[in-house]
């Protein structure tokens, strides 16, 4: 029996890639739902989706990243899906490496699965000053948590039931993909990097600018440390 799969797919001013990222999804090979979560989006993103007939929720408040994955989470348990799998809006990520993603989940060797643009090193691998911070963080996870993730940032995720159970109910916000492999981490989460290729942004702009570089950076290395000493109170 095949596992229903919920593709979650947040979005903010994605107006000009959300058609894209929902066909190729389509046209994938892969039997799945997808949920499009609308986090207030300020261009014609939810018109677009209204017009071809788009799977979607629009939030009335920007909630940011973190609200808009725990919403799609918050709907995989409450529908009985089996396994969620995160994918950005913005047409980074390629749909067909979701069997790889899914297979470690499927057969039951991890709990929540990571697409990794650092294993084989191919395809878009950001700008270096950004590969740096992810390097830092990635060491900061291994210490704190012993997780050696190496594109921790990544958002091309997939976890099982337990997990959408887990993070429908703890899921970090603002910039919360490091944060939540260290919260899952410590609740026992067996976690794998499966390789696959990212391409760049073909339209739009992404939200992480110089200045919210370095916020992110300060803020989710605050964020890791607290998790961490947070469950060490717990113990």
């Given at each position: 029996?095949?596992?229903?799969?919920?593709?979650i797919?947040?979005?903010?001013?994605?107006?000009?890639?959300?058609?894209?990222?929902?066909?190729?999804?389509?046209?994938?090979?892969?039997?799945?739902?997808?949920l499009?979560?609308?986090?207030?989006?300020?261009?014609?993103?939810?018109?677009?989706?209204?017009?071809?007939?788009?799977?979607?929720?629009?939030?009335?408040?920007?909630?940011?990243?973190?609200?808009?994955?725990?919403?799609?989470?918050?709907?995989?348990?409450?529908?009985?899906?089996?396994?969620?799998?995160?994918?950005?809006?913005?047409?980074?990520?390629?749909?067909?490496?979701?069997?790889?993603?899914?297979?470690?989940?499927?057969?039951?060797?991890?709990?929540?699965?990571?697409?990794?643009?650092?294993?084989?090193?191919?395809?878009?691998?950001?700008s270096?000053?950004?590969?740096?911070?992810?390097?830092?963080?990635?060491?900061?996870?291994?210490?704190?948590?012993?997780a050696?993730?190496?594109?921790?940032?990544?958002?091309?995720?997939?976890?099982?039931?337990?997990?959408?159970?887990?993070?429908?109910?703890?899921?970090?916000?603002?910039?919360?993909?490091?944060?939540?492999?260290?919260?899952?981490?410590?609740?026992?989460?067996?976690?794998?990097?499966?390789?696959?290729?990212?391409?760049?942004?073909?339209?739009?702009?992404?939200?992480?600018?110089?200045?919210r570089?370095?916020?992110?950076?300060?803020?989710?290395?605050?964020?890791?440390?607290?998790?961490?000493?947070?469950?060490?109170?717990?113990?």
């Amino acid at each position: 029996m095949n596992p229903k799969i919920l593709v979650i797919i947040p979005s903010y001013n994605e107006g000009e890639n959300i058609v894209k990222t929902v066909n190729n999804l389509k046209n994938c090979g892969t039997e799945l739902d997808y949920l499009i979560i609308n986090d207030c989006s300020t261009d014609n993103s939810e018109q677009i989706m209204k017009d071809n007939g788009f799977e979607y929720v629009t939030h009335p408040i920007n909630l940011g990243i973190g609200g808009g994955v725990q919403c799609g989470y918050k709907y995989a348990l409450k529908n009985g899906y089996d396994i969620a799998i995160q994918h950005d809006g913005d047409g980074q990520h390629d749909p067909k490496y979701i069997e790889k993603v899914i297979k470690p989940l499927v057969d039951g060797s991890a709990d929540i699965t990571i697409g990794s643009r650092f294993i084989e090193k191919e395809g878009f691998q950001s700008s270096a000053s950004r590969r740096m911070g992810i390097n830092f963080l990635s060491f900061l996870i291994k210490l704190v948590c012993g997780a050696d993730i190496k594109d921790v940032t990544s958002g091309y995720r997939a976890v099982n039931r337990k997990y959408i159970e887990f993070y429908a109910n703890n899921y970090p916000s603002d910039y919360p993909e490091p944060e939540a492999i260290v919260s899952a981490k410590l609740s026992g989460a067996r976690i794998k990097e499966i390789p696959v290729i990212m391409k760049e942004r073909e339209n739009g702009v992404s939200s992480i600018n110089l200045k919210r570089s370095v916020y992110y950076m300060i803020k989710v290395s605050l964020s890791i440390l607290i998790c961490r000493l947070s469950n060490w109170r717990k113990i």
